[in-house]
């Protein structure tokens, strides 16, 4: 079965390039444009990975990684942080509240793809 991933990203340029990237390399790909609506996606598909921008509207990639660690039922769902963030810190933060790994924007368009399938094939 090919892997689900649940893509969060609130600007839709980012979203459509992202999506298209993934599927190219035969992921299934689902999208939210903001933390409230990945939860509720994420509680009904149970996706294999959750690739989520930290910059989101409402509640930002931090917050939303909080809530998707203490619910039980999304607790295992491993979380890759997307962002263009390149603050000293902010990787740590980021795997502080839950995120496997952290990949800095822009994206690579030549290998982002076979990132995902690598963080996919060590979970």
């Known amino acids: 079965m090919k892997p689900r991933i649940l893509l969060v990203e609130d600007n839709e340029n980012n979203r459509y390039l992202s999506r298209i ?14 933390g409230k609506q990945a939860l509720e996606d994420a509680r009904r598909d149970k996706p294999d990975l959750v690739l989520m ?9 931090y917050e939303t ?7 039980p039922a999304l607790a295992d769902i491993p ?15 980021a795997l502080k509240v839950g ?23 060590v979970q």
């Open 79 to 93: 979380l890759v942080g997307v962002s263009s963030f390149a603050m000293v810190g902010d990787r740590a933060k």
């Open 53 to 61: 921008d930290i910059q989101l509207p409402e509640m930002d990639g």
């Open 99 to 121: 995120f496997a790994a952290y990949i800095e924007k822009p994206i690579n368009t030549d290998t982002f793809a076979q990132q995902i399938g690598q963080l996919l094939s």
């Open 21 to 34: 990237l993934l599927e190219r390399e035969g992921f299934i790909v689902t999208t939210a444009p903001n």
């Open 65 to 71: 990684a909080e809530h998707f660690k203490r619910d």
